[in-house]
C-alpha cells in the first residue's frame, strides 16, 4: 500500500539554465525587461514563444496577397530568363531603341 504523498507528482519547480550574451544584448534585455516591467526570464520566455510561433506554425496566419505593379510596358514577358542579366539588358535596349 502506497501513502497518498507517495503517489502525487513532485511540483513543478523552474531550472536554471544560463545565457552568455553579448554586453549590448545585455543591456537590451534589461531595458525590454524594464519597459515591460518584466523579469528578463519572463521578457526571454515570451522572446521564445514568439519566435516559436513564427517558425513552427507560419501556416497559421495566410500570407497577404502581394500586388506587383509594372510601370511602362506591355506587363510580364514570356520566355525571359531574369537570371540572365546579358539578355534582359538586350530586351531592355530593344524596347528603348523601339520608342
Do not use: C, N, W
Not at 550574451?21 to 520566455?45: I, N
Not at 525571359?80 to 530586351?91: E, F, G, K, M, T
Amino acid at each position: 500500500m502506497t501513502i497518498a504523498h507517495e503517489r502525487r507528482k513532485p511540483a513543478r519547480v523552474a531550472g536554471p539554465v544560463q545565457v552568455y550574451l553579448e554586453r549590448p544584448d545585455q543591456e537590451r534585455l534589461e531595458r525590454l525587461a524594464a519597459a515591460l516591467d518584466a523579469t528578463k526570464s519572463a521578457v526571454l520566455r515570451r522572446g521564445l514563444a514568439a519566435l516559436e510561433s513564427q517558425v513552427l506554425r507560419p501556416a497559421a496566419r495566410p500570407p497577404k496577397p502581394v500586388s506587383l505593379p509594372t510601370f511602362k510596358g506591355k506587363g510580364l514577358q514570356p520566355g525571359v530568363d531574369l537570371d540572365d542579366a546579358a539578355s534582359l539588358l538586350d530586351l531592355m535596349q530593344a524596347d528603348d531603341a523601339s520608342r
